[in-house]
């Protein structure tokens, strides 16, 4: 079939098509975001979206990669803390909270230290994995304890500072500790290896995960918001669920 | 040291009494202030149970005043409520940054607690005495003086408290001492009471 010479309007017509498809069509790819995010949120955020560059740590030591000019767009963290302190250095915008968490113990799955509940660390003598008191895992953790009278666990006991929960899920899981105290989003995730302790209800500090769009100059603003949204859709709360997180309503 | 006739020692006797109460009574909305209590060590313990089981007591008066009982009764309900929520709110400034925020606990009662005035007494009573058990021990063990005062205080009006409920139950007055509770002990009951609300029980 001979094709049929192109008017200028339909030469236009077609250009802007192709235009209009290749913004639609890569959004990402122009706008590829970077987001730093608590390690508890390792797994959820990788299904949630696997195309952003991630950066998983302990949610204090990425608040002070941002404070110092770390190339992220969007920062969750494990804590409302440390997106406070960002947004009032103006260096994100204010943070939304889109989950939440509780405190457990756990053991390797064989439990070689014969423990029953938390009350059994009190004797002493065994091998402990806790966060950090910087890092909010180990500043729930402490809390946790003050609420139960437990402090004196961290003296009676071997205790290993972990700077975030997966080192804590990892060191347990390898036997390298009796015990430990996680998110019970991470002992999900590794409950083939491990022994799960509920903790008092009555004790848990309120667990809230935040995240906000970084400001700073060059950074990706409108992937980092759509990828916000992502997370805050209906498909990203049912992943947060299914992984073992507690949804806040929606606002 | 001079000797005194029993005449002046009697007078004395009087005069010191009277002065001493005198000075009581002048001073008594000073000596009624509180002192800032600075939690250390297990205080802080004693102070986030009451926090928490205070926040359920509150609960229960609440929906109590919805209950069968007399109007005198359910205004007394609705006085007890108010000041169960000032005593929270004394606890949390003690705690500080330790505070229990609205929203950090949910009470949960069985179905059936508000059925009859039979079983909302028994959990009204329940939890009372995790409050009273509880603050007993603290206002003997707590570390710093102004926070076993504020236990102490709070022992003397959830005692009467649970004396009362125990009267409208039809029970005697005196139905036995309560006794000190561990935060282990009395913790397990408490958590059949409240829960973390936007997180699954697991």
């Keep these: 079939m001979p094709s049929r010479p192109l008017t200028r309007s339909r030469r236009v017509r077609v250009a802007l098509l192709v235009v209009a498809a290749a913004a639609l069509a890569a959004p990402a790819g122009a706008q590829a975001v970077t987001v730093y995010g608590a390690a508890s949120l390792t797994a959820a955020f990788s299904q949630i979206d696997r195309s952003p560059t991630y950066n998983f740590a302990g949610s204090n030591q990425l608040q002070l990669q941002i404070e110092r000019g770390a190339p992220a767009d969007l920062f969750a963290s494990a804590s409302p803390a440390e997106p406070a302190a960002l947004f009032r250095e103006g260096r994100c915008t204010r943070p939304v909270t889109f989950a939440t968490n509780i405190l457990v113990m756990v053991t390797p799955s064989n439990n070689p230290g014969g423990l029953r509940s938390v009350y059994g660390l009190r004797a002493g003598g065994r091998r402990l994995a806790v966060g950090t008191a910087g890092v909010p895992i180990g500043g729930y953790t402490r809390r946790l304890l003050r609420r139960m009278q437990l402090t004196s666990i961290l003296d009676r006991n071997t205790v290993s500072l972990e700077p975030n929960v997966n080192s804590i899920i990892a060191k347990v899981g390898l036997g390298s500790a009796d015990a430990g105290f996680s998110y019970y989003t991470d002992y999900l995730a590794a409950k083939s290896r491990l022994r799960v302790f509920r903790l008092p209800t009555w004790a848990q500090p309120p667990v809230r995960y935040q995240m906000c769009v970084v400001k700073r100059p060059g950074a990706h603003t409108a992937a980092a918001n759509a990828f916000m949204r992502k997370v805050l859709a209906p498909n990203g709360r049912r992943v947060l669920k299914r992984f073992g997180f507690g949804l806040t309503p929606r606002g | 040291m001079a000797d005194i006739s029993r005449g002046q020692f009697l007078r004395r006797g009087v005069a010191g009494v ?42 229960w008066y609440r929906n109590a005043a919805s209950t069968a009982f007399s109007a005198t009764d359910r205004r007394r309900f609705a006085q007890s409520r108010a000041a169960k929520n000032a005593h929270i709110a004394k606890i949390n400034t003690a705690l500080g940054a330790d505070a229990i925020q609205p929203g950090d606990f949910d009470a949960t009662f069985p179905g059936d607690a508000f059925a009859s005035k039979a079983s909302a007494l028994a959990l009204g009573q329940r939890i009372e005495s995790l409050l009273v058990g509880v603050y007993l021990n603290g206002a003997a063990f707590a570390a710093n003086d102004a926070t076993r005062l504020l236990l102490g205080r709070l022992l003397a009006f959830d005692a009467q408290q649970l004396a009362w409920l125990r009267g409208l139950g039809g029970a005697r007055a005196a139905t036995g001492l309560p006794i000190p509770l561990s935060l282990e002990q009395a913790g397990t009951t408490l958590d059949t009471l409240v829960t973390t609300p936007n997180f699954p029980t697991s």
Excluded: H, I, N, W
């Design chain 2, 18 to 59: 009277v002065g001493t109460v005198g000075a009581g009574l002048s001073a008594g909305p000073t000596a009624a202030a509180l002192p800032a209590p600075v939690p250390q060590g297990d205080d802080v313990g004693f102070l986030s149970f009451g926090a928490v089981a205070e926040t359920a007591s509150a609960a």
